[in-house]
């Protein structure tokens, strides 16, 4: 009697670690599943991550002021967005600075990267900025072939040579900021040609 006692406690025994050991074996099996999809999407996310997530054709975007009136208008031939760096490539941008209480300024290039999140735009390529003259200021056109242009603020950057044409004066100069709300221009080290005076 004793003896089939220990015998049927055995078995529960051997019976029980079997079934503790399919228990640890399908919860390790679970966690390994877990954490081989975890690492196939991290390596999905690293390779996808940089991949455009929308492209559009012969765009334009126009940015409003606080009283609902256009300030600038961006548009290209084609815009590229890249989510992780929350950047915009642009083919062929074309900046308008509409603001009604200034000569608009217009600013064409080959190629712009628009950084979404410090709100500005590098300019390359056969960069070429025009402003109309008005009662206050002269005609203004600049060449260059790279530029940093901050829209909200209207400033223009650049460490490239420049040529700077104002009037009938023409600078070429290493370096240059322009900014279209004072209607002023800061430049490098260069030099100045100016027209005869015409005689009296």
């Known amino acids: 009697m004793v003896r089939t006692t220990y015998k049927r406690t055995a078995h529960r025994w051997r019976l029980l670690a079997l ?8 919860f390790g099996s679970f966690w390994l599943v877990q954490v081989m999809q975890s690492q196939g999407d991290d ?5 996808l991550g940089n991949e455009p997530d929308y492209i559009i ?3 334009s975007f126009v940015r409003m002021s606080d009283v609902g009136k256009p300030r ?3 548009s290209g031939e084609r815009l590229t967005h890249r989510p992780v760096a929350n950047t915009s490539e642009i083919e062929k ?3 308008h600075s509409v603001a009604i209480e200034r000569p608009p300024l217009t600013i064409t290039a080959n190629h712009g990267l628009v950084n979404q999140d410090q709100n500005q735009i590098d300019l390359t390529g056969n960069v070429d900025i025009q402003r109309p003259g008005s009662a206050t200021s002269q005609p203004l056109h600049i060449r260059t072939e790279a530029m940093t242009f901050y829209p909200d603020d209207e400033i223009a950057k650049t460490d490239k040579p420049v040529r700077m ?11 240059a900021v322009v900014n279209n ?3 002023r221009a800061l430049l490098g080290q260069g030099q100045a040609v100016y027209p005869p005076r015409p005689a009296r």
């Open 43 to 47: 390596v999905e996310r690293a390779s």
């Open 165 to 175: 044409i104002i009037g009938s004066a023409t600078i070429d100069a290493v370096g």
């Open 181 to 183: 709300a004072t209607q």
């Open 72 to 74: 600038y208008v961006i």
């Open 57 to 59: 054709d012969n765009f």
């Open 93 to 95: 941008p074309v900046v």
């Open 19 to 26: 079934m503790l050991f399919a228990v640890f074996l399908a």
